[in-house]
């Protein structure tokens, strides 16, 4: 059998550019997009531009609200979902007949970059060996729905917004405190602060309808005000990249304030509080309504709830 255009095919279109088609369809709009794969939206739209070079055709319709694909990338979208679905199907086959421990982790990216390295190495120290430990970093919605479809294993999150979560079990880690940080150069004071003292400076946030941005929405919209107040409101998709822009005196952040963490401590950052504002934001471990752990789930969770020196449930152990 002839398989070389398959072959051909394959090698000059990476999956990932399928995917963001895909993405871009499902939310509408590029920033969704961008939100949904964990990318800026620029890459979003390089991608597409790409896909309509190879092609030779528009795929999705710009000038509508939200955005929509084109006939012709109506056409390809069927068949990217095809391709996609293999994919994956091939990849739980081959997975399916491995010996190894395997384990699907899903997180948001806060919980990733500020929790995750500490639990890797441990992890990495533990009895169990020849591991395939993936980790996966989404927001919350996609979190729950991607726990309940049965493409992760176990999952973290921060709490940012209303969901729904009858669909698996629940189970309180410790809270995440949000905070606004500055560099002592902005001559902000420590401590609590006014709305007035923030809001003439620019707020770097990681994406609009991020995490911390709907946190923060919420919690101005409680006080009576709203992200607006904020004159300057600068979008930053690394967010390590956006703690440097705070460092070097070019606004003010809004993060987790484990994250900003090593820079407050060293004085390159200082933590505000906003009076008036809850800061706290809840976070938890998920796991599937049925879920069977296995050894290397047992060492993960102990691994876990150890990092934030808490006892593994008993239903759990």
């Known amino acids: 059998m002839d398989t070389g255009p398959v072959i051909l095919y394959f090698r000059r279109m990476e999956l990932v550019l399928l995917e963001t088609l895909v993405a871009v369809s ?48 109506q056409a390809l979208l069927s068949k990217a979902r095809r391709i996609l679905a293999l994919q994956d199907e091939m990849e739980e086959a081959v997975t399916g007949l491995k010996t190894r421990n395997r384990l699907r982790f899903c997180c948001t990216p806060c919980f990733g970059l500020t929790r995750m390295p500490n639990i890797f190495r441990k992890m990495m120290g533990g009895p169990v060996q ?52 500055s560099a002592p150069a902005l001559g902000v004071e420590p401590g609590e602060v006014s709305l007035e003292d923030l809001a003439p400076l620019r707020l770097f946030l990681k ?41 070097e005196g070019l606004g003010i952040g809004f993060v987790s304030r484990e994250l900003a963490a090593p820079e407050i401590k060293a004085g390159r950052l200082v933590d505000h509080h906003l009076a008036g504002m809850d800061h706290m934001r809840s976070r938890s471990l998920l796991v599937p309504a049925h879920f069977l752990p296995s050894d290397m789930d047992r060492h993960f969770l102990q691994v876990l709830f150890s990092d934030f020196g808490l006892p593994v449930p008993a239903e759990l152990a």
């Open 207 to 247: 994406a609009q309808n991020g995490c911390a941005h709907r946190f923060l929405s919420r919690s101005l919209e409680e006080m009576g005000s709203d992200v607006s107040v904020f004159g300057n409101v600068t979008y930053y998709d690394d967010l390590r990249g956006l703690v440097q822009q705070v460092c």
């Open 26 to 73: 499902e939310m509408g709009s590029f920033t969704g997009a961008a939100e949904k794969l964990c990318v800026t939206q620029s890459a979003v739209s390089r991608r597409i531009q790409q896909l309509e070079s190879h092609f030779g055709v528009t795929l999705i319709d710009r000038d509508q609200e939200p955005i929509t694909p084109t006939f012709e990338g």
């Open 130 to 181: 020849d591991l395939d430990f993936n980790v996966t970093l989404r927001l919350s919605e996609d979190i729950v729905s991607g726990l309940a479809a049965g493409r992760y294993d176990l999952a973290a999150m921060e709490h940012c917004c209303d969901l729904n979560m009858s669909s698996c079990r629940v189970y309180p880690l410790a809270a995440d405190e949000m905070v606004f940080i």
